[in-house]
């Protein structure tokens, strides 16, 4: 069994409006844009990233907004809910505050004991916010009080035909069972970061998943370094797992392989952090490209979405 894997370090998803997806993020739920990239992959399309004052790994959503994407089909296969720390008692208040932003199927519900407010956002993605005694540092420099504001991730939903397979791998990286209720069953670090948490929902007659704006792309977990990080890839390889070579993302390093389930995981490193290239009362401001699209800067400050009407 692993030890080097912390938690959660970020989950990325796909989107079909730039500009809707950054209104959302920064204005409705208050999160700090902490990096305005490309996806290195495509780079005519945005890589957006969320989260605290510094983007600390378990706070960070990215995204990939492709332009009039068409919405994805939930199912199986797949991570489904991405659920948010809040403090306790701030549930209504948020409720008000997503209501005021458009944002669509509120529901409150309880699971495993904790309340929680379930929301979709702008493409139909799956979020709720979790009353949690949580004492990380919330940004507040997008009009969301102290009080009220987002900590960072609380857990993510992986949504399977069959979890059989899914439960053997996460507890193979350090996860432990500590919860079930019908058809879900809950796993967390001991001693991780505060985004430790993954619930695994069993749903043997729903179709798979189908990919597209809205659906997460990729979960990441956190690891502190790269020596952690090889470890772990060694490891996993030597378990058969298919896992790509170590590739560098500018902001942390990555390696990424396939779930049984058909569920991409990715394996970052805490370092070197989002401010390597703006300083931290800058993050998210300038367009910042790594060195091989260097050269494409002035077709993409032209042809990118301008994130601000």
Do not use: C
Request: hydrophobic share 40%; charged share 25%.
């Amino acid at each position: 069994m692993l030890n080097q894997i912390k938690g959660l370090h970020h989950v990325t998803s796909l989107a079909s409006s730039a500009r809707k997806n950054n209104a959302f993020f920064t204005d409705a739920l208050g999160l700090r844009r902490v990096k305005k990239t490309v996806n290195f992959d495509a780079p005519d399309v945005y890589h957006l990233y969320y989260g605290d004052e510094v983007g600390s790994p378990g706070s960070v959503m990215t995204y990939f907004p492709f332009q009039d994407a068409a919405r994805g089909r939930r199912g199986t296969g797949e991570v489904g809910t991405t659920s948010f720390s809040v403090p306790r008692g701030t549930l209504k208040a948020w409720a008000d505050r997503l209501a005021a932003h458009d944002a669509k199927s509120l529901q409150a519900d309880t699971r495993f004991g904790q309340d929680r407010l379930m929301f979709d956002g702008p493409d139909g993605d799956a979020f709720a916010l979790v009353e949690t005694d949580d004492d990380r540092a919330p940004w507040v420099g997008n009009g969301v009080s102290q009080d009220m504001a987002i900590r960072g991730f609380h857990s993510a939903d992986m949504r399977l035909t069959d979890d059989g397979a899914s439960a053997e791998l996460l507890k193979f990286m350090g996860y432990e069972e500590i919860a079930s209720a019908d058809n879900l069953t809950r796993f967390a670090v001991p001693g991780g970061n505060d985004a430790n948490i993954i619930d695994i929902e069993t749903l043997p007659s729903v179709d798979h998943a189908g990919q597209g704006a809205g659906s997460v792309h990729h979960i990441a977990f956190a690891v502190e370094n790269r020596a952690r990080q090889l470890e772990v890839r060694e490891a996993l390889m030597d378990t058969g797992y298919q896992v790509t070579p170590v590739i560098d993302r500018e902001y942390f390093w990555a390696i990424y392989f396939r779930t049984p389930g058909g569920i991409l995981f990715e394996i970052a490193t805490n370092e070197p952090g989002f401010d390597v290239d703006e300083d931290t009362a800058h993050l998210g401001e300038a367009l910042k490209l790594p060195s091989r699209h260097a050269h494409l800067r002035d077709r993409l400050e032209r042809q990118l979405e301008p994130l601000e009407a």
